[in-house]
């Protein structure tokens, strides 16, 4: 997964997707969010988060979803009526390597940053609301 790489190589990613956008749409002027709205896509950065979500997504309400992935994130459970459901429980990472950036590590911060309807959804819903959102 690209979204653990090095900062300059996901700069790199970014920067080769914006000079395909340009020669396709034949653009050279306009910034890279609007050659991005141009096609009614979202940036790489924002793709692969979206894709981290619904993967969080399935593996919390799908039965059939893989066990590997339902160990990855628990959800955490108090007697308190807070606010916010679904949230899910960060664990103390060990390094910033191997914690901080891991999947379930970033998944889950992701995840507990959604509003709460968004969370509550059905899937289809949940997709729609998170296509609109912006992570950058």
């Known amino acids: ?3 653990f ?8 990613i ?39 979500l619904i993967l969080l997504y399935k593996s919390l309400f799908l039965t059939n979803y893989p066990n590997y992935m339902k160990n990855m994130f628990t959800l955490r459970s108090t007697i308190y009526n807070l606010r916010g459901n679904y949230i899910l429980t960060l664990r103390m990472p060990k390094s910033t390597t191997y914690g901080l950036r891991s999947f379930s590590y970033h998944a889950a911060n992701q ?13 289809n819903d949940f997709k729609k609301v998170i296509a609109n959102l912006d992570f950058m």
């Open 5 to 12: 790489c090095g900062a300059r190589n996901t700069d790199k």
């Open 14 to 52: 970014e920067v080769l997707n914006k000079r395909i956008l340009r020669f396709i749409l034949g653009d050279f002027e306009s910034a890279y969010y609007n050659l991005l709205d141009k096609v009614n896509c979202a940036s790489l950065y924002n793709k692969r988060i979206h894709n981290m």
């Open 111 to 123: 995840w507990n940053s959604l509003p709460d309807f968004s969370r509550t959804a059905n899937f």
């Open 1 to 3: 997964m690209w979204h």
